[in-house]
């Protein structure tokens, strides 16, 4: 398996552009979020989806969309970028059955907007 | 332990030392506690999880210390080794829909040879 997966790894934009950070995992699993981490911080929670067709906001959900048409993809929207959004952006994945919570997650997406 | 701000608490021990990373949860209701590990240009990678029915876990090399009473949460790595340099998170499950975790601001493990 190859676990979950990002692209692109880095990217720039200037304000105003839009983008999709694209997320797939190959674990099956029903869980999926979005996370942003600022230098230094921790995750702050964008959007999370429990299942295909079902999505919900996070902690700091503006200024992004999320859409979830599949169980593997799990895709990221910036529709007008800002400086604010500067950040790594992480995706993750939970398995909704069995005893554990843990969240996998993928190698991240660094993105620049200036 | 972790705090909030721009500058990550630091934690130096010595190789082959013990090491003890602290963290303060918010919220008496949380039921999971969870651990990862991350590395510069990384992902955060699992390390130890442990439920609130519990107050210790231990994996290989890592034990995980719950006390509920004063909402404290600490790993400790044992025989630290120069690959336990990362950065340490740890986040609470407080329960509702989507089994969301919230994380703390992290503390930076630096390894001296």
């Known amino acids: 398996n190859a676990g979950v997966t990002q692209t692109p790894k880095f990217r720039i934009l200037k304000i105003g552009q839009s983008m999709t950070l694209q997320c797939a995992q190959d674990m099956n699993h029903n869980y999926m979020y979005w996370y942003r981490q600022d230098p230094g911080m921790g995750l702050k929670l964008i959007y999370y989806?429990?299942?295909?067709?079902?999505?919900d906001k996070g902690e700091v959900p503006n200024g992004y969309n999320v859409s979830r048409s599949t169980t593997e993809d799990f895709p990221l929207r910036l529709e007008l970028a800002a400086p604010s959004q500067t950040s790594v952006y992480f995706c993750?994945?939970?398995?909704?059955?069995?005893?554990?919570?843990?969240?996998?997650f993928g190698p991240g997406t660094r993105l620049t907007v200036l | 332990g972790e705090s909030v701000g721009l500058h990550l608490p630091t934690l130096s021990v010595q190789e082959g030392d013990n090491s003890i990373i602290n963290c303060a949860y918010s919220?008496?209701?949380?039921?999971?506690f969870i651990w990862y590990k991350q590395e510069s240009g990384k992902g955060p990678q699992f390390i130890i999880d442990i439920r609130s029915n519990m107050d210790k876990r231990q994996g290989q090399r890592v034990t995980v210390l719950l006390n509920k009473t004063v909402k404290h949460l600490s790993l400790q790595i044992a025989a630290t080794q120069p690959g336990d340099s990362a950065v340490y998170f740890c986040?609470?499950?407080?329960?509702?829909?989507?089994?969301?975790?919230?994380f703390g601001t992290g503390t930076q493990l630096k390894v001296e040879l």
């Open positions: 989806s429990v299942g295909a067709g079902i999505t």
């Open positions: 986040a609470e499950k407080k329960g509702g829909g989507g089994n969301k975790l919230t």
């Open positions: 919220n008496s209701a949380s039921d999971y």
């Open positions: 993750a994945s939970r398995d909704s059955g069995g005893a554990s919570d843990t969240q996998y």
